[in-house]
């Protein structure tokens, strides 16, 4: 299956199950997302890339509940979660699309993602950083809440062995766990160094990894 497929997949119990499958969960989307609002005015304009069930605007809207909010995913069956998690809030919109062929023309002042770039090769990534950074007026914002390598063989294994060791006792069932060996399979990460660099090439003046626990860390770059 394609990544669209398998999202479409899960798309109901994806929620249910992000807890279950982050052991830092609360400190990665939570706790993080209170520091980074906490330290900048509320933007006009955010866009969620790789949005799925709207998980990550969800804790960006509870800090920033006036700003407009774009929601673009490939996945059109994991975006009908979001359009229920924000019934009724019309700040709230919705966009089936890959992010990687194309981004919004509109403008908008932040760029969020959590758990989705990783899926792209290094090039991908770096020709996405560079249409963020054309995109995002001067100051402006992007932030990656992703899932990374070691970077160096021997500790990437660590951090694997103690993912997979640790989806045992999380009340997982073995379809849980099957479909994300499936999932894992589309997995193209790279170290956070990497991705840190790769960002500083594409010009963003600021660049800073906010958070790290093991395989997820919070990259912030500022334009």
Known sequence: MNLEQQFNLISKE?????????????DFYKDTTKFITENIDEPKRIIDLGAGTGLLTYFWYQHCPDSEYVLVDIADEMLDVARQRFDGISNISYLVENYNHKLLDEAFDTVISALSIHHLENEEKENLFLKIYASLPDGGLFVNYDQFCAGQPELNDWFDTYWEGHLADRGLTNRDIELWKE???LDRECSV?????????????EVKCVYSYQKFSVIVAVK
């Open 193 to 205: 160094e990497q991705e840190v660099e790769m960002l500083k090439n594409c010009g963003f003046k």
């Open 183 to 185: 999932r894992r399979k």
């Open 14 to 26: 994806y929620d249910e199950n992000r807890r279950k499958f982050i052991p830092c969960f609360d």
